[in-house]
């Protein structure tokens, strides 16, 4: 095993949206950048599918839409949900002020894929799959570089910024000793796949029944499924044996009764642990944190892929033009988190609430269920489905792309 040595101007840690998307800004501006992802590729299914309109429209200003949109995808114009009997329509994206008024559905790995695909078109872009950040080097109190594990053997990594977009589980967040708010939730999410059948119904979104939470993502030939559990309570639902989950899967579900067989044991089903939390400190000299590494995201809403990205656009709107002056102080650091903390700190608020009140509530109820008042005010006056569209869609200060490309 041999140890090698590198250096760049931004090494950045992950390679999911925040990582994949800062790292394609920074070497289209020319600013020569490292990402390091620690799988060999990006095909996990435990990713969200969610390409929310205002991505398309960064897409759009980074001329790259129209060759996106010639991907296989589904377009959700609108989105609801069956809770008891009764379907609610939440979101109409039809209105929005944008060019794509529709979610776009397409499995994370072709999108990271094709975000891939484009900055490696850009000499000042390199991306290491299989390197493992471990460890930060710090030299009086500024991070100048990370550590990493490579299949070759160690990697050193000296940069002017590192940049942690590992995930909710960040382990530069943890070595760089940023202290961590935990939100917490209520919930966890039991991921698993059944085959899709040409009769099955389009796209399918969540079914809220006596204490069940239920979604499913059409991945063409089979069902994503997240089947919404209370905290900690996986061995619970394993201890009364896989054929009682089976049948809930089929109560919840009537037409996937013919292949919950599929699940043949436990191993078919992951345990998927949500957490909420945030950085009270974004960053500290030579290190910022960015996306879930920042502020891990609840699924509800299905909007962490958008502030993940969000993310990366500030920080390349406020970052680039430093670098190519020469300094990257921290205060420009914190002017990435002032940017970004009040929209993560609002969607946070709103993912609680509903984690709590209607979740929690859900998870705990043995009675029957009917749309609480908020959601039959919905079906009543259709124009208000535009506010959950806008923030769904859009979410709170849309960032724009204004990091010109490198010649
Ligand atoms: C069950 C579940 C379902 C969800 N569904 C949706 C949805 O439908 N829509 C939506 O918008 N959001 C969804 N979310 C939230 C969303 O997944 C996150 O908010 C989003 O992925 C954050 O993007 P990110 O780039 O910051 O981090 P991530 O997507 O977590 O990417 C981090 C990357 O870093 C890599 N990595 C980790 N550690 C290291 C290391 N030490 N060195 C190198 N690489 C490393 C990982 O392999 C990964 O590729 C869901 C979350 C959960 C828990």
Same mark, same amino acid.
């Given at each position: ?86 379907? &609610? ?9 944008? !060019? ?158 013919? !292949? ?8 078919? &089903? ?7 939390? !945030? ?121 724009? &792309? !204004? ?5």
């Amino acid at each position: 095993m041999e140890t090698s040595e590198i250096s760049v101007g931004c090494c950045i840690a992950g390679g999911g949206p925040a990582g994949m998307m800062l790292g394609f800004l920074l070497a289209r501006a020319g600013i020569p950048v490292l990402v390091l992802e620690k799988h060999r590729d990006f095909l996990r299914d435990f990713r969200g599918d969610t390409i929310h309109p205002s991505t398309l429209e960064l897409m759009h200003e980074l001329g790259i839409l129209e060759e996106f949109l010639q991907r296989p995808h589904q377009e959700t114009r609108a989105l609801g949900g069956q809770i008891g009997d009764d379907f &609610v329509q939440i979101a109409d994206f039809g209105h929005l002020p944008t !060019r794509c008024r529709f979610i776009a559905f397409m499995p994370q790995w072709d999108f990271l894929d094709f975000i891939a695909e484009h900055a490696k078109r850009y000499p000042a872009f390199q991306l290491k799959m299989e390197t493992e950040a471990s460890d930060l080097f710090v030299e009086n109190g500024r991070v100048t570089g990370l550590r990493a594990t490579a299949p070759e053997g160690e990697l050193q990594v000296r940069a002017d910024l590192v940049v942690g977009a590992d995930g909710r589980h960040s382990t530069v967040r943890e070595r760089a000793g940023l202290e961590i708010i935990d939100v917490g939730a209520p919930m966890d999410v039991l991921w698993m796949r059944l085959s899709r059948r040409p009769k099955d119904p389009g796209q399918t979104l969540g079914r809220f029944d006596i204490g069940r939470v239920f979604v499913m993502l059409n991945r063409d030939d089979y069902w994503q499924c997240a089947f919404v559990i209370p905290k900690g309570g996986f061995d619970e639902i394993k201890g009364r044996g896989l054929e009682f989950f089976r049948d809930e899967i089929a109560r919840l579900a009537p037409y996937l009764r013919d !292949r919950t067989a599929e699940l043949a044991d436990w191993s078919d &089903v992951k345990l998927l642990s949500v957490a909420v939390d !945030r950085l009270r400190k974004w960053s500290r000299p030579g290190l910022l944190c960015i996306g879930d590494a920042a502020h891990a995201m609840s699924p509800v809403g299905g909007v962490g892929i958008n502030l993940a990205i969000q993310d990366a656009v500030a920080a390349a709107n406020i970052l680039a033009p430093r670098f190519k002056e020469g300094t990257v102080s921290e205060d420009d650091l914190q002017a990435v988190q002032r940017r970004r903390e009040f929209p993560t700190r609002a969607t946070q608020a709103m993912q609680v609430f509903i984690q709590n009140r209607v979740i929690g509530r859900v998870l705990g109820t043995t009675e029957k269920l009917s749309p609480p008042m908020p959601l039959r005010l919905l079906g009543q006056m259709p124009f208000l489905t535009r506010i959950p569209a806008r923030l769904i869609g859009m979410g709170i200060r849309p960032e724009h &792309v !204004r990091t010109p490309a490198a010649a």
